[in-house]
C-alpha cells in the first residue's frame, strides 16, 4: 500500500523568500511517479512538478524545484522567491506505474502555505 | 488551451435523491479518473477509465457507478443520496502517451446533499 505524508500542516514564509514544503512517501514499487499540486482558496487543483523513479535529476518547473532523495523516500516542493499569489493548499501526490494509464494518485494530506507580505 | 470541463459546478440534492455529474476531459485525453474531496481532507480516488474500460477502481461506495463514453467524456451516477456525501468532486484527464501522464484537474463539482 501506498503512503504519502506532509507533515506541515501550515507553513508561513514572507514575500521573495524561498520556502520548502515536505513530503515523504512509503511504497514497494521500484517505479513510480511523484507530482505535486497547488489548491488554492477557489478550489481547482492545478499540476506543479512531475518526479519520475528513475530521474536523476531533479526536476525544476519555472520558481518550483522538486529536491528527490530516493533513498530517503523523499520528495520536498522548494518554491523560490515566493509571490502573495502563492499562498494555497499544496498536495504531495503519488502514482504506481502500470501497464496502462489510469493508475490513482495517493495524496498526502496536504500543507496550506500563506506568503506575508 | 483547453481545459477539463466539469457541470454542473454546483448542485444541492436531498437525502435519498439521485445525482449526475459529468467530465469532459480535454481534448486527445484518453483517460479519466474521479476524486471525492471532503471538506479540509485530500481528494479520494473513485475511479478511472481508459479508452473507455475500467482501469482502476478505488473506495467508491456501491450507489455510485460510473462510465466513460465514446466520445470520452465521462458521467459519475449517484444514488441514494448521503449527508456524506456532500463533497467536491473532481474528474481529471490524462493521456497516455504524454511524458509524464500527470493528470489536469477540473474545476470540480460541489455537491451538498441537505
Known amino acids: 500500500a501506498q503512503k504519502i505524508t506532509q507533515t506541515q500542516p501550515g507553513m508561513f514564509v514572507q514575500e521573495k523568500e524561498a520556502v520548502t514544503l515536505d513530503c515523504t512517501y512509503d511504497t514497494s514499487d521500484q517505479s513510480y511517479g511523484l507530482f505535486w499540486y497547488k489548491q488554492p482558496s477557489s478550489g481547482e487543483m492545478i499540476f506543479l512538478i512531475y518526479q519520475g523513479s528513475y530521474d536523476e535529476q531533479n526536476a525544476t518547473e519555472g520558481r518550483y524545484s522538486l529536491n528527490f532523495q530516493k533513498a530517503r523516500k523523499s520528495a520536498n516542493l522548494v518554491i523560490s522567491a515566493s509571490q502573495l499569489g502563492d499562498s494555497a493548499m499544496y498536495f504531495c501526490a503519488m502514482r504506481e506505474s502500470r501497464e496502462t494509464s489510469g493508475s490513482r494518485l495517493t495524496f498526502g494530506e496536504g500543507t496550506q502555505l500563506t506568503v506575508n507580505p | 488551451a483547453a481545459g477539463v470541463i466539469q457541470s454542473p459546478r454546483h448542485l444541492i440534492k436531498e437525502k435519498r435523491e439521485t445525482a449526475t455529474l459529468k467530465c469532459y476531459p480535454i481534448p486527445r485525453h484518453d483517460t479519466v479518473y474521479w476524486y471525492q474531496q471532503g471538506p479540509g481532507q485530500d481528494p479520494q480516488f473513485l475511479i478511472s477509465f481508459y479508452e473507455k474500460m475500467q482501469s482502476d477502481k478505488g473506495s467508491i461506495p456501491d450507489r455510485f457507478s460510473a462510465q466513460q463514453f465514446s466520445d470520452y467524456h465521462s458521467e459519475l451516477n449517484m444514488s441514494s443520496l448521503e449527508l456524506g456525501d456532500s463533497a467536491l468532486y473532481f474528474c481529471?484527464?490524462?493521456?497516455?502517451?504524454?511524458?509524464?501522464?500527470?493528470?489536469?484537474f477540473g474545476p470540480g463539482t460541489r455537491l451538498t446533499v441537505l
Open positions: 481529471a484527464s490524462s493521456y497516455w502517451g504524454s511524458s509524464y501522464n500527470e493528470q489536469f
